[in-house]
């Protein structure tokens, strides 16, 4: 007997369409989806197949070729971006006016200065940042290694090298007020590097510091120069010279590290930075090198070589994260036991990871430049990683850039591949799984840079589009 | 061959409902530490690092890989809400991986279940840190009959490299009845001068470790 026999033929649905065995292969691929996929899982892994191509009204866009950097000084109405090594010039700075839009004319360049001892060797930017109160431009720079490996730079060719140089963003062209960071302390010849204000401006994070190790040789070490509350480094007092001015010295001593960041009204801070810079003028002449203040520690099984680390996020006055080579790193503060707290992720893509804290939740996000389109949440506790990251996967994506959060937007944000992309968070900064992109001219957006006075993200381009 | 097209049809949709039939009555689901977020390496000589993991150098740890030794425990949270209501637990397994083992003549592992929920900033000391602080009753989730179970939920003696299978059938029947909240497991050593080293879920064994769960309507 044909069992379709007494089933009504006529109607649209019949036995003989649900039985039609393509339908009924597609009928029964919904059902194994519809049953995989019901329940609410806990959402660690998000998956994002395409990003919503969306003009967004706050991103502005400006033309600096090569760039691997931006800071935005909301207090001088300018956006400083760094370029790649090889560029024409080191830094471009771009003048913003009332609305936050970019200024007439063409941008200031800037060009890092050495000695002529390196003359043979280019240097190049390693991180800039602009002071949060104050019309200053930091900018870390290196130059590059030797071309052969385990061949280091010659120290006397690099005693008179400057990594960190100071800038006054209230005149144009910007003045160098401040060159310093040289000597034995820090290691020269790196490439890459993290370098990060905390959230009050009282510390600069720096890359790539050494210190004399267990045999002589130097080691890497981690740490941050002190920055007094006019936004110059502090100095600590140099060993008692016999023939030194009286005086001269002191003046240039900051107060007890705690104090280091209270907050300096504008214009006393301007009449500070005067004062010592000066009176760092006259001890230089009176033979006296003022000794940066600093801090650093040798976590030498976990940077055990430069440059490093390779990302800086502040999280507390406790606690900061850095990128070492095979994920994120923790350094409490406070803690002798747990100091450092190195979460390997897999797979294992050295070097590649990036970081950026919210400044508002305790969380931190992590990117892997130049590899793939994940972008990690991990959820920190007293500044310590805890509980399982969450992950979210941009389909055809490579990210070139740190991620970057929005609060404004509540959004994470990262460079990638021709475009900018933005990832929606709830309320904890958890991923969701929607987003957006935003086409830009730029074949790798490494660099962008967000002004709170202005609401908006500064992505720089290779060239108009 | 009219009618044994029909009869083929006929047999694939037989077919099809004995599947969707057979997994009706019983289904078998592997959880794996992709669906945790509720993972912890606590330590005694971190107190209060959520992933001290493996002690590497001075105040340095990681998470490469696990080491379990007196004072060292992994937690472990699996979420049961892939278990659909109305159903009986006939099966878990908790399958734990090991790399290796001291003394290599066997070693005993302990999971038992936890008693009180922990949460962001667990650590040796500390049950949560978040909303608020709170410690275990005695640290490293030791507190028997307060932090842990007084009973071991399952032992086994293992040895070199391999996985280890765990009866938790009970465990998971209780949670999923919600006789007790679900508040995972601890994995523990207990004799001293013990050492074993687990793979790490996010760096050499992704998906590795494993819940395996058999369930059918009640």
Redesign the interface.
Known sequence: M???AAMPSTNVVSW?T????KR?AAG?GL?LLV?AVS????Q??VRIRTLVETQLPFVTTCVAPAARFASVSDVAGVLAVGHRPGSAAHVSIFRLDDQGQMAAGEPVALTLPKPASLNDRPNHVLGLVCHPRFPLLYVWQDVAPPAQPDVTIDPALSAEFDHLLIYGLDETPPKLLLATARGADFHCGAVSAGFAFDSVAGRLYVPNMQQPGPMKKPVPAIGWIRIAPDGLPAFDDPSPQPNAAAGAVTTLVASAPGSLAVVMAPQDAVASRAARLAAMDVSKASGIVPVLSKYLES????FGDWPCPFSYAPVSDDAVLMAGH?GPVSW?LS????????????P?VPYRHRIGAHPRL?AAYLTFVTFDGRILRM?L??G???????TVSLDNTVIYSPPLVLTKTNQVVVGAAGFVGFVELDEQGRFQAKGQRMTVNNPTVEAFAWSERFGKLYVPLEKTP | MKLSSSWARFAILIASLSTFAASATARTIVLTDQDCEQMAAISADAPRMSWAGYPYGAAQFTNHEFVLTGKQAFLIRFPLDRIPAGQRITKAEWIVQHLSVYPAGGTRLQVRRLLKEWGPGVSHQYRMVRPERVEWHTPGARGLGQDRATEATATATIKGAGEQVFNVTEDVELWHKRAVPNHGWILTVEEPDIYVRLPSPFYNAPKGWKLRITFEPE
Do not use: H, K
């Open positions: 044909n069992p379709c003989r649900f039985t039609e065995p009924l029964y059902c049953w329940p609410a899982w806990a660690r892994e976590p030498t099984l976990m095979a409490v803690d002798r036991l747990g100091r450092f707290g190195a979460f390997y992720l897999s294992y305790p959820e506790a007293d310590y990683i805890t509980l399982a990251p969450q």
